[in-house]
């Protein structure tokens, strides 16, 4: 069984105007436990607490597990929230902006995009057709 990763953005079409969705799947691999995750994963996991033993956990593929790319997901059925699933990702998609605030870097054949919080202001830069370099200037000019 495996878990999968959900990103859903919406990108505006210059010439039409319209709105389009696009998702973006990771399949995860399904671990038997968190020190087996951990074995996968390159960072320091924190596993949860409070919300007893997870239904399942997923991580990121052995072959595909690197510093540059890797998540693990927790999934919780029952908890006194409901249903909660816990993601953590590490790598490449973490970058230092504007003098030092972390950014999520999200790049993908179908777009890009970069999310930060500053001053208790969520921001999020889509560009579809910009490279790393481009987002982080992007977001220097905010």
């Excluded at 973006?24 to 007893?52: D, N």
């Excluded at 504007?98 to 870097?105: F, I, N, Q, S, Y």
Aim: aromatic content about 4%; charged content about 20%; glycine content about 10%.
């Amino acid at each position: 069984m495996s878990g999968e990763r959900f990103i859903d953005r919406l990108l505006h079409s210059r010439e039409s105007g319209e709105r389009t969705a696009v998702t973006e799947t990771e399949h995860l691999a399904r671990v038997e436990s968190v020190g087996e995750a951990q074995r996968l994963i390159p960072f320091a996991i924190r596993e949860p607490v409070g919300l007893g033993l997870p239904d399942s956990v997923a991580t990121t593929p052995s072959d595909q597990a690197s510093p540059k790319h890797a998540t693990v997901v927790f999934r919780y059925g029952t908890t006194p929230y409901g249903p909660v699933t816990v993601m953590q990702q590490a790598g490449e998609q973490v970058v230092t902006i504007r003098g030092g605030v972390e950014a999520l870097l999200d790049m993908s054949p179908t777009g890009s995009m970069l999310r930060w919080i500053e001053g208790g202001v969520v921001f999020t830069v889509i560009a579809p057709s910009a490279g790393r370099n481009q987002l982080l200037e992007l977001a220097e000019r905010l």
